[in-house]
């Protein structure tokens, strides 16, 4: 009787140092950053918003760009505020400057007259001006897609992030 019961405890501890051990490597994170299951299905959905936002805004199309950055700008603030994804704090930091920019790209398609606002500079990547009836949000898009591959780069840790799928270039001179 005492063996069995002696077995029964052995059998929970082992259960419950088996379910924190598994926990661990659940939250493990990726080498140079912090994540999780959950992170990884942000970083997903990220990419698929970020690429989705690509293809329509290098396509002109300004009314299914604006419902892009509609969609973007709440998962923004989500990785933003912090609280509900484990992520660093410069890719927090990044997420809400490109919150601010996608709502200021909202404001700016939603009435092309308004003014833009000035916003602090982030470093533009290589990308190639958007055509005609996004030009006046050009800059702004070009700057959140740069930060939104960056927020991929934190939320992906040591692993490669997609490049942007960018329209073929027209050669110069043709």
Do not use: H
């Not at 660093?88 to 601010?100: E, P, V």
């Amino acid at each position: 009787m005492k063996a069995k019961f002696g077995r029964s405890i052995a059998l929970v501890a082992a259960g419950s140092l088996l379910a924190v051990a598994t926990a661990g490597i659940a939250s493990a994170s990726p080498v140079g950053g912090k994540g999780s299951s959950s992170t990884q299905a942000l970083a997903a959905q990220v990419l698929q918003m970020r690429d989705d936002l690509t293809k329509v805004a290098y396509a002109g199309n300004v009314d299914a760009t604006r419902g892009d950055l509609g969609q973007l700008s709440p998962v923004l603030a989500d990785i933003a505020a912090g609280k509900r994804y484990t992520i660093q704090t410069d890719t927090q930091q990044l997420a809400g400057l490109a919150k601010g920019r996608a709502d200021e790209s909202t404001r700016l398609l939603a009435d092309p007259t308004a003014k833009p606002r000035q916003l602090p500079p982030l470093p533009l990547p290589p990308i190639p001006d958007l055509p005609g009836p996004l030009k006046i949000v050009s800059d702004l898009l070009k700057a959140l897609l740069g930060a939104l591959t960056g927020i991929l780069g934190g939320l992906l840790g040591a692993l490669p992030v997609p490049p942007l799928p960018l329209p073929p270039l027209p050669v110069p001179g043709s």
